[in-house]
């Protein structure tokens, strides 16, 4: 059971190990692009490639469902990312219970933004959990844990592709012993835990009154989606790669300025402590480019002043 990218490793690693696949289960279709045609999921395009039924329910909870997973007899079900809270009656299911493909070292960033939490509060570290599921969210016994730097150019999409393979490789070590009964599953700390909030689209607008480190911390946990965003000649304009400057400056937050090239960018914006130097941005309607390369077709840019 998977949905998105981060899933397709893991299903990858199960078509390829000794296991069989009796069934993919993904989200409905939903629209998508311009033309807003249904969009197939990540995993329910890989699962056709592999020629394997696929089930798309938009719940789990009615019994015609539950009467039709039941019927595949599953010994085990894996689910990475895949949108729903499985209800009681289908944990039940299998007699080696629900797996699940959680990226962060839980109980650490339960919840539904894992990834993007972990950058966004500065975390050095993170890595993945291969946890038996019950009925609570992320809350169930852990059987295999993996740890991974965080790099200080990791966005929220390098990093997921990063945890995806490793979440992917850990699960083909640890379901063969779960199975053979060589794991002892480990309950989870509940004074430890914390919680990681579903990201909106409004929180990806830039207030430039705050810190440098906080603001670029944003731009990475928020690409691909829903980006970082300011305003400028009326359009919106995303920040797509910074680089925090502890430069002094009595400028007021969101004024524009010329940066030293020794220090790697030649543009920054003024926040409410330190410089945020811009790398990469798009201009709403245009391709994202380079600030080099944007200074050239937009010139009043180097002295502007954003809005907060």
Not at 81 to 110: E, M, T, W
Not at 120 to 128: I, K, M, R, Y
Not at 227 to 246: E, F, H, S, V
Request: proline share 8%; charged share 20%.
């Amino acid at each position: 059971m998977g949905t998105p990218e981060f899933a397709v490793p893991t299903l990858v690693a199960l078509v390829g190990s000794e296991h069989q696949v009796v069934a993919v289960y993904t989200q409905p279709d939903r629209p998508a692009g311009r033309g807003r045609g249904l969009g197939l999921s990540a995993v329910k395009k890989e699962a056709l490639a592999y020629g394997l039924p696929v089930w798309q329910p938009a719940t789990l909870r009615q019994t015609g469902e539950i009467d039709r997973l039941a019927d595949l007899k599953p010994e085990v079900i894996v689910v990475a990312a895949f949108g729903q809270l499985l209800p009681q009656s289908i944990l039940d299911i299998p007699p080696l219970g629900c797996l699940n493909v959680h990226p962060s070292l839980l109980p650490k960033h339960r919840g539904s933004s894992p990834v993007a939490t972990a950058i966004l509060n500065g975390d050095e570290t993170t890595g993945v959990t291969i946890m038996l599921m019950d009925k609570g969210f992320d809350t169930g016994p852990v059987l295999a844990q993996q740890q991974i730097a965080i790099s200080p150019e990791d966005t929220t999409g390098t990093l997921s592709a990063k945890l995806a393979q490793l979440g992917a490789d850990l699960l083909r070590q640890t379901l063969p012993l779960w199975m053979s009964g060589g794991l002892t599953p480990q309950p989870q700390d509940d004074n430890l835990a914390s919680y990681s909030k579903p990201i909106t689209r409004e929180e990806g607008e830039i207030d430039w009154h705050l810190e440098a480190v906080e603001l670029w911390r944003k731009v990475r946990a928020f690409q691909p989606w829903p980006g970082c965003y300011t305003r400028w000649q009326n359009k919106q304009l995303k920040i797509i790669a910074a680089l925090p400057l502890p430069r002094e400056s009595e400028h007021e937050p969101g004024k524009v300025l010329a940066i030293k090239p020794s220090l790697g960018v030649s543009v920054g914006v003024q926040t409410g402590e330190g410089v945020l130097g811009i790398l990469r941005l798009q201009l709403e309607g245009r391709r994202a480019m380079d600030i080099e390369e944007f200074l050239r077709g937009q010139r009043g840019f180097a002295e502007a002043l954003l809005p907060c």
